[in-house]
């Protein structure tokens, strides 16, 4: 049973390459995970992964930040540390955080300058 979940897996992957699958929210796509799972653990363990990731990597999710960095909650309430959100998630924020932290460098230099 673990090699029929493992080929199928497999098969998913020629079928569907990454570029054409949903985004997943962990770093860990949903399925590299549950393919390890089964190659570590069997059908049983790959099995009870796949069930807990289509409970978790759904719509629904909250992306804030922490004292921590960035978490994120899904849908189940469940929360997710950065080191484990998709860096395709992150991407987008960090370069926003970085414009807006260049602009407050910029306003502070030009209040700096206006004092002088």
């Given at each position: 049973m673990k090699w029929a979940l493992l080929i199928l897996i497999k098969l998913y992957w020629m079928v569907f390459p990454e570029?054409?699958?949903?985004s997943c929210l962990f770093k860990e796509t949903c399925s590299q995970y549950v393919y390890r799972q089964t190659n570590e653990?069997?059908?049983?363990?790959?099995?009870?992964?796949?069930?807990?990731?289509?409970?978790?990597?759904?719509?629904?999710y909250q992306l804030y930040t922490s004292l921590n960095g960035f978490e994120m909650?899904?849908?189940?309430?469940?929360i997710i540390k950065e080191h484990e959100i998709a860096p395709k998630l992150l991407e987008p924020i960090y370069i926003q955080a970085q414009e807006v932290s260049g602009f407050d460098k910029h306003i502070n230099n030009t209040l700096q300058l206006s004092e002088d």
């Open positions: 570029k054409k699958r949903r653990g069997g059908f049983l363990k790959g099995t009870k992964a796949l069930l807990q990731r289509l409970k978790k990597c759904r719509k629904g909650e899904l849908a189940d309430g469940s």
